[in-house]
């Protein structure tokens, strides 16, 4: 029998997968059982898989058809330490981004989909000098290894950035 923590963490997974479906009218799913299976130790599986078996397993949404460097890892917990912005750390969110970047391959677009209870729903996207995003009400967060982090609204992040998005996404870019 599947954890109430599990279920809860699926069922986000889920919701991430339709938003990204309805938004680009392309099918995005959640990852079979979930976690990387390409990832961190993980990581010399993709000597013996196709492109396509990779991306199908690289964190926690298989992208639509025209999204191949799309890296997603989503987290829906009780609460957040949101007061920690202010000490420059918070080993929760640390966890996360270097979970995220496990699985990461160079030129990705690496986001992190965070939910809390009665809090709402954020998004953490690596940021990067190239990368011109319209912002609003956010925090740049350092990470001491994988550099620098756009934090947002999941929802106007996504208002203001839904086609910067498909194009860092995209195998043209």
């Not at 923590?5 to 799913?29: C, H, N, P, S, V």
């Not at 990779?54 to 025209?66: E, H, M, T, Y």
């Not at 609460?79 to 990705?108: N, R, V, Y």
């Not at 956010?138 to 203001?160: C, K, L, N």
Request: glycine share 8%; charged share 20%.
């Amino acid at each position: 029998m599947t954890s109430p923590q599990k279920a809860k963490g699926g069922g986000f997974e889920r919701q991430i997968a339709t938003f990204l479906t309805d938004l680009y009218g392309e099918k995005f799913i959640r990852t079979p059982n979930s976690g990387a299976y390409v990832g961190g130790s993980n990581s010399k599986r993709k000597e013996f898989l196709h492109e396509g078996q990779i991306r199908s397993f690289k964190g926690d949404i298989i992208p639509g058809q025209s999204f191949p460097k799309l890296n997603a890892e989503c987290k829906f917990y009780k609460d957040f330490p949101f007061h920690q912005f202010f000490t420059g750390s918070i080993k929760i969110l640390d966890l996360w981004i270097a979970q995220c970047m496990e699985a990461a391959d160079s030129g990705d677009f690496n986001i992190l989909f965070m939910k809390f209870n009665r809090k709402g729903t954020y998004v953490a996207v690596h940021h990067s000098d190239t990368t011109s995003f319209n912002l609003k009400n956010h925090f740049i967060y350092t990470h001491q290894t994988h550099g620098s982090w756009i934090i947002m609204d999941h929802q106007t992040f996504f208002e203001t950035n839904s086609k910067q998005v498909k194009q860092l996404c995209s195998s043209q870019s």
